[in-house]
T-cell receptor, first 109, second 114 residues
């Protein structure tokens, strides 16, 4: 499965927007981009996924570069509950996920 | 709450023993995947079951095996436990139809091998 590269950690102030980047330069045409997050002591939780077009849902937005070699997860107003490890994953095999080490997001009150 | 339940929540086993972990998937979901998460690492894909058949496997030895039952619940079996098998084991259920749908993870089973 194609690999993704994310920063190890990021910080954000509460109630400010957060942009979490992900590079996936070897993405193939059939790879979907998924984002999951894992709060402390919990299993991962679905955030959003997309293929080519930008996507919005109640939790976040996903901005996908035109060449698909990178994407950005946008949390519009960070809350303390958003402190988690965020994983960017590529898959074309029906929810068989190969996780990296993700980005640990700290939200500062 | 995701509707995916795993049991037990914690377990201690001795090296060389065998262990069975259980997962009850969300109602209506016919696909279950298992993951191993070592401390400080992302989850690693072990295998996936779809309608009682193995439907993909990660880079894990054959002593990791599984089952899926007609009600779509699932078991993960690990034989000849090694110290490195100590980890959080996660299962995730999803509805395979529609190809790429949201996966729901359980809270995991924390296995310690001593």
């Amino acid at each position: 499965d194609a690999k993704t590269t994310q920063p190890n950690s990021m910080e954000s102030n509460e109630e400010e927007p957060v942009h979490l980047p992900c590079n996936h330069s070897t993405i193939s045409g059939t790879d979907y981009i998924h984002w999951y997050r894992q709060l402390p002591s919990q299993g991962p939780e679905y955030v959003i996924h997309g293929l080519t077009s930008n996507v919005n849902n109640r939790m976040a937005s996903l901005a996908i570069a035109e060449d698909r070699k990178s994407s950005t997860l946008i949390l519009h107003r960070a809350t303390l509950r958003d402190a988690a490890v965020y994983y960017c994953i590529l898959t074309n095999t029906g929810n068989q996920f190969y996780f990296g080490t993700g980005t640990s997001l700290t939200v500062i009150p | 709450e995701t509707g995916v339940t795993q049991s037990p929540t914690h377990l201690i086993k001795t090296r060389g023993q065998q262990v069975t972990l259980r997962c009850s998937s969300q109602s209506g979901h016919n696909t279950v995947s298992w993951y191993q998460q070592a401390l400080g690492q992302g989850p690693q894909f072990i295998f996936q079951y779809y309608r009682e058949e193995e439907n993909g496997r990660g880079n894990f030895p054959p002593r990791f095996s599984g089952l899926q039952f007609p009600n779509y619940s699932s078991e993960l079996n690990v034989n000849a436990l090694e110290l490195d098998d100590s980890a959080l084991y996660l299962c995730a259920s999803s509805l395979a139809s529609g190809y790429l749908t949201e996966a729901f993870f359980g809270q995991g089973t924390r296995l310690t091998v001593v």
